[in-house]
């Protein structure tokens, strides 16, 4: 009765039935997986968020496969304070990046056609590409033990040979996520001419990932692909995680790249746009008040993801079974950890022992055990806590 695309096993995998009967039996519980902003302690202008959301305006309909051009107009003004100059024509709003990847992958991919995806990464893309009957291929991220003063050989790096070496006929993009979860490293500038060359040489687009942009420890803003012209590029971003406003459901895709590749990608998108005009009105409207939000709520992000690594390293310092890789941004850090045993095993371990709940490595694709996840927005006490009770079980 059923298409094959959604023949999915949904049974529920060990980690996460024990962390239900956990939860269930009402025990103690440590997470180090938070990801929800809204639910970490930031403070939000209520009223004013509130307040944006009751514009009169929304009382009349007014259909736009872009978007509204008052919300647009505010997206570009997040580029150009970026000093990015973007056109309001090349921006199309979305209700989230997920919704965003999907138009996109519609417009680029025939069924079975594939896009390349960056492995470790964020678990979402199966799911939205078994949904449009396209095929992830992985390209591996390689990570590089080097002087950690030294940039250039210290932290992840896109293995280009093996990125190049998965390029198939039917390869129709490239994900690049900047910076990618859970790694936290972005694309660098000759890596991103490397990516240009070689997608415009074989006529593929690059689909950048940019929800994460603004959290960058380096104090200078990282470029974007928005502005990327070598390659046709589509851009995505939004809400959910450069305002921490995932409930408001707004996000949007910029198109770059070659004149006549741009024109005919943008045509196609606004007839998948009309087609749904899935985000609706009082949000549209509000989005130049709900992008504002932004500069509080990153400033109270930064400074507690800062703050926790300072705490992480120091119980770092304090024993040797147990290291951090290089994090140049994003929300999380990846420990390294003795692999005597499979990662899920050690998770498993430490609730059921310690009330400690982390993501094993294998949850975002890392290619072999000895890798856990922690989430750097944790509120601090519960963070500094947890690293405490893990270290204990390590060493
Ligand atoms: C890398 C990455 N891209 C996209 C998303 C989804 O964003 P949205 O809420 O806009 O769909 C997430 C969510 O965690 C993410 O980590």
């Not at 009957?133 to 591996?140: E, F, G, M, Q």
Request: hydrophobic residues 40%.
């Amino acid at each position: 009765m059923f298409a094959e695309r959604t023949n999915w096993n949904l049974a529920p995998n060990r980690l996460s039935e024990a962390l239900a009967a956990h939860r269930a039996a009402g025990k103690p519980l440590l997470d180090l997986t938070v990801s929800n902003p809204t639910q970490c302690g930031f403070q939000y202008d209520g009223p004013a968020i509130l307040e944006s959301l009751s514009n009169p305006a929304a009382l009349t309909y007014e259909p736009n496969p872009n978007g509204l051009e008052s919300a647009r107009r505010a997206v570009a003004g997040y580029y150009a304070a970026r000093r990015d100059d973007v056109s309001l024509e090349d921006i199309l709003l979305t209700t989230s990046t997920s919704e965003a990847y999907s138009y996109v992958f519609r417009t680029l991919c025939n069924p079975g056609d594939e896009l390349l995806i960056p492995q470790p990464g964020y678990p979402l893309l199966d799911f939205l590409a078994d949904i449009q009957d396209v095929r992830l291929v992985r390209y591996p991220l390689v990570y590089f033990e080097g002087d950690p003063k030294a940039a250039n050989d210290h932290g992840w790096r896109i293995d280009f040979r093996s990125l190049e070496q998965a390029i198939t006929p039917r390869t129709r993009g490239v994900v690049v996520v900047h910076p990618n979860n859970p790694t936290g490293n972005f694309a660098k500038a000759p890596e991103m001419a490397k990516l240009n060359d070689i997608c415009s040489a074989r006529e593929i687009a690059i689909i950048a990932d940019e929800v994460f942009l603004d959290f960058s420890l380096e104090e200078n803003p990282r470029a974007s692909f928005a502005t990327n012209a070598g390659a046709l590029t589509f851009t995505m971003s939004g809400l959910s995680k450069i305002c921490g406003l995932p409930q408001m459901k707004a996000a949007w895709l910029v198109v770059g790249g070659p004149a006549q590749w741009k024109r005919e990608a943008l045509a196609r998108l606004e007839v998948i746009a009309d087609t749904f005009l899935s985000i609706n009105a009082p949000v549209q409207l509000a989005i130049p008040v709900l992008l504002e939000q932004r500069h509080a709520f990153q400033k109270q992000l930064m400074s507690r993801v800062r703050r926790n690594l300072t705490e992480l390293d120091r119980q770092l310092a304090g024993q040797n079974a147990c290291t951090r890789l290089a994090v140049e941004g994003g929300w999380y850090a990846v420990l390294r950890v003795p692999a005597a045993r499979p990662d899920e095993d050690l998770a498993m371990d430490l609730l059921a022992k310690k009330g400690l709940y982390l993501h094993p490595g294998h949850f975002y694709d890392f290619p072999s055990d000895g890798y856990l996840i922690v989430s750097l927005i944790t509120k601090e006490a519960i963070f500094s806590q947890a690293i405490t009770e893990l270290l204990e079980s390590l060493t």
